[in-house]
């Protein structure tokens, strides 16, 4: 086929601090991108949206005009895979204080179908279309970054419950009255396995102990998950336990949400996994340890396979294509 | 049509004493009904069926012969969808040290299309099927027995997970380091939240302490469930606050199942919903108290429909007309 007959879709991934768009091809080439500030637009989404269709018309006539896109997939935090509309996100100047219908909006601007979910849904759309879940029926995305997101996948379908809001297991309580969460309630798993509750986890020992630990270098409100790492990745015995004991409590929380769906593979996402074996070998050993024994060697432990800087956009992308082939229109006939 | 042209299934319920066979009609009419016991031959699994076979026989007939006959479902503990197989399942002599193709065991000796699947996923598809689930796409079913069991529906469809084994919610840890529970762990939810959990709620209240309460004229070991609830029903200060004890720990853990697939509905079948308000309020209350915010006020709170005696029977007979109808036989006509 002709460059000129390929079919496109947009990925949108919509962050606190970018918003990232991709039109990307039937074989995952991001062939064009361009970003707008999430934050600066006050309330209104219509100054938002504003911006966002100006950058994206550049974009859109590189490929050769709207009439080669079939679709456009978005994910973004609070985003309601049902409603297409982002809910009460508190780090969205214009969609904190209620419902925004933000897949309906770009939909009548650009006159193509828009399909929405949350951030850590597309993650897990992207993995199962383009990553590590590629064949996967059941499997649970766990993505690891300010917070901890989940996206759930059961018998090849994305779980989005009642409401289309189904998967926060970033909020299961893993510690009754444990650590404060912003959630406004206590012992969420994201406020100890996050990489702020990993930061949470390091200021803790240094102000609590007098133990040595190269963290101590750096101003305690100033550490960062990162710096855990790097000292970690140095022989720091502190930043190693810290890792230790995130990867503990990952790997028991895993093991409870195993009797949910029995997921052939827990697939993590997002900056913590950088940590690599310091994070994955506590997880898998306290996974093994505390599962119940009829699940126990089943699940892989597996770091996604997709580019950190491309994933949410590869995820928004797939969620595109969904919509796409749902609408009826062929996908790639390559 | 007459009653000559009616198909049916035929539903087992296979409990730890009895196994209890059921010919179901498409409007869930139990026309013929009759049952063996579960033990007594031995590790030998062929005397058992044999047992079975020679029961169902004269109620076959009863009905106008196996021809009449299009499938049957069964309901198992340790029952697995996928292989039709009883994985060790330590309360049954002839399948405590082994996997036991049960289903193909049926279905070859009566010639008809035969699935099985765990106890509490048949009590959910019968629920589906016949009870307080019809319509619902997203809910969870919890069997409150011996032991607590669950079976999980999403997008309309059980939870199997990718060995058959998944929605094991009785053995999520609630209680790290909490009571020893058969599985070999510690602090599952069935250690609390099963009859069983709630007579070992009230011995160790009476053992530790000096309350008074009617559940002192009962010798400590022979304490059972129904013995709370009756002395609750009384009035029982100690009584009513195991209740509450029980039903908090109950809502709290289903606060944590919310975040899984957000279903419209918790439904709770089994000996202790007999307790009815005194169990079900501190369900609905804690669930609410500690339920993330964007689930609140979602799910419904429910005690099954069906009639105890037959739910098992109804469950296993639904999934029967499952199977039927996926071979493609043509259901009632009705």
Not at 64 to 79: H, S
Not at 118 to 131: L, S
Request: a negative charge.
């Amino acid at each position: 086929m002709s460059q000129s007959e390929k079919p496109y879709v947009i990925g949108l991934d919509l962050g606190g601090t970018n918003s990232v768009f991709g039109i990307v091809d039937a074989d995952a080439n991001v062939v064009a991108e361009t970003s707008v500030k999430t934050q600066g637009h006050g309330e209104s989404v219509e100054l938002y949206v504003a911006d966002c269709l100006q950058a994206l018309q550049k974009i859109i006539d590189q490929v050769g005009g709207i009439g080669k896109i079939r679709a456009m997939g978005i994910g973004a935090p609070n985003g309601n895979y049902y409603t297409g509309c982002i809910e009460f996100a508190p780090n969205l100047e214009w969609a904190r204080k209620g419902v925004v219908p933000l897949a309906k909006i770009f939909s009548d601007a650009l006159g193509i179908p828009v399909a929405m979910t949350n951030d850590a849904n597309a993650a897990a759309i992207g993995e199962m279309t383009y990553g590590a879940a590629r064949g996967m029926k059941n499997f649970i995305m766990i993505t690891l970054g300010t917070g901890v997101g989940s996206g759930i996948v059961v018998n090849g379908q994305m779980v989005y419950g009642c409401d289309g809001m189904a998967g926060e297991l970033g909020h299961v309580i893993v510690e009754p009255n444990g650590r404060a969460c912003g959630c406004g309630r206590k012992g969420c798993l994201e406020t100890y396995c996050s990489a702020t509750g990993v930061a949470r986890t390091a200021r803790e020992i240094i102000s609590t102990t007098d133990r040595p630990t190269l963290l101590r270098e750096i101003p305690l409100d100033k550490i960062e998950s990162r710096d855990v790492s790097i000292a970690a990745s140095k022989g720091d015995e502190v930043a190693k336990e810290i890792f230790e004991q995130t990867g503990r409590i990952l790997g028991e929380a895993c093991a409870n949400f195993a009797a949910f769906n029995s997921p052939e593979a827990f697939i993590f996402f997002g900056g913590l996994t950088k940590a690599g074996d310091l994070l994955m070998e506590p997880i898998k050993r306290a996974y093994e340890e505390s599962v119940l024994k009829i699940y126990r060697g089943k699940a892989k432990m597996l770091i996604s396979q997709l580019d950190d800087a491309k994933a949410a956009v590869l995820g928004a992308s797939a969620l595109g294509w969904e919509v796409a082939l749902e609408r009826g229109v062929e996908r790639g006939l390559v």
